[in-house]
């Protein structure tokens, strides 16, 4: 697959003329790059060498970003390694293997819901040694979102609740589940939760949430980039 | 103010002599090099350029590791940039100033409440163009707990509700808020959202949490390192 790269500015104005490169091998080149920056993100959480080894690699980064700004997108234009209609999101902070804010999660679709597995590392730690609340609460909105779509109905999160049942452990892996419940109309209602990928039976955080199918107006406003997103795409319609 | 710095191998091993340097120095030196990973993985959400770049990026990004890698901590020493007992956490996920992960959020402490403030670049999309929901979730689990410490009354989140009310913009200052409504016996029920800080009266997510002071025997599970943090530190007992 090959796909066509505009040249832009900083300002997002097109500069040139258009090239085309292999589509796989920018989204590896992508992936790889953020799995760098999060190798580098961990290593900060747990390093403890002196302040003047810390500001020689400050110096050494701040030399990269140069270079990445020679062609910036904006934000209304989708990322080119993205494909917004084929559910490839790879800057989505949760499972985006492309951003390196994401542990990433790994989805994997069922009938009636979905599953995802990551580990947290140093860098989403909240208490001393357990990951943060408000993480646990980021990696279920993304899995009940999977779980809505692949049931057949995918849609925005409205509500979610979450009840912290036990501390989620760092560096072990996790397994994030998801499972449809209700659809009325235009609502679908999701449960799931958090649990180990060792003990799937012993729940660490469990979650419901609601989600509202898009009415093609509201896709509209919130998709226009896209013709038909919530009729089409699980992965585009969820937040 | 002068700390001891271990020198550690990888394996948490102490090697050497302890050194000694300036602790506001190394939290600047961490905060530095926290703010240029941030401004990496922003640029990489946002940036067209080839596939050769973002791998020579990622060439220069891998001979940096090595050197932070030399003294690492275990998980279970506190990082000697953090002052568990005076607040400092340098490494929150959500406000850490030396975690690129956090935006990070800037909070301020009121007599029965907290508030934060941050923006979100392009790394936290979720619906294209909008904010991801899970990271609302994120910043307001982290913003109760403030609010339930401020007001006196610290613990760790049991509960948490959240509405989606409106979409969350990207690359506008953000207002995050929560107050303490009711105090009863060891749980603490606090009220929160986030708006947009020009318009602090139009809720774009709402939210309820639900917060557990800790028993002395609970603490020292989950705050090990610590004699009483739930009942001196605000910040260290809330995840």
Redesign the interface.
């Known amino acids: 697959m090959r796909t066509a ?4 500015d900083a300002r997002g104005d097109p500069v040139g003329d258009e ?1 085309t ?2 589509l796989p ?2 989204r ?3 992936a ?3 799995g ?2 999060r ?3 961990d ?16 110096r ?6 140069p ?7 904006t ?2 234009e ?3 390694v993205d494909d ?1 209609m084929g559910g490839v999101r790879m ?4 499972i985006g293997a ?4 994401a542990p990433p999660m790994r989805v994997e679709m069922g009938a009636d819901g979905a599953e995802g597995w990551c580990t947290l590392g ?14 646990s ?6 899995l009940l ?1 999977h779980a809505a779509a692949a049931s057949g109905h995918p849609g ?9 049942r036990r ?1 989620v452990p ?2 072990v892996p996790l397994r994030i589940w998801g499972r449809v419940t209700e659809v009325q109309g235009r609502r679908i209602s999701v449960t799931g939760g958090i649990t180990t990928a060792a003990e799937p039976d012993v729940p660490l955080v469990v979650a419901e949430g609601r989600f509202a199918r898009l009415r093609p107006d509201q896709a509209g406003r ?5 013709a038909s997103p919530a009729a089409t795409n699980p992965d ?1 319609a ?2």
């Not at 270079?67 to 997108?73: H, K």
């Not at 492309?98 to 804010?101: L, M, R, S, V």
Request: charged share 25%; glycine share 6%.
């Open positions: 790269v505009s040249r832009r090239v490169e292999d091998e920018r590896a080149a992508v790889e790059l953020a760098e920056l190798t580098l993100a290593l900060l959480t747990r390093t403890e060498v002196s302040a003047e080894v810390l500001r020689d690699s400050t050494r980064l701040r030399e990269i970003a270079a990445l700004r020679e062609r910036l997108r934000p209304a989708p990322a080119s917004l800057f989505n902070p949760v492309g951003n390196p804010i140093q860098a989403y730690e909240g208490p001393p040694m357990w990951g943060h609340g408000g993480v609460a980021m990696l279920i909105d993304q979102g925005v999160t409205t509500d979610l609740s979450v009840r912290y501390p760092l560096d919130m998709f226009g980039r896209l585009v969820h937040d």
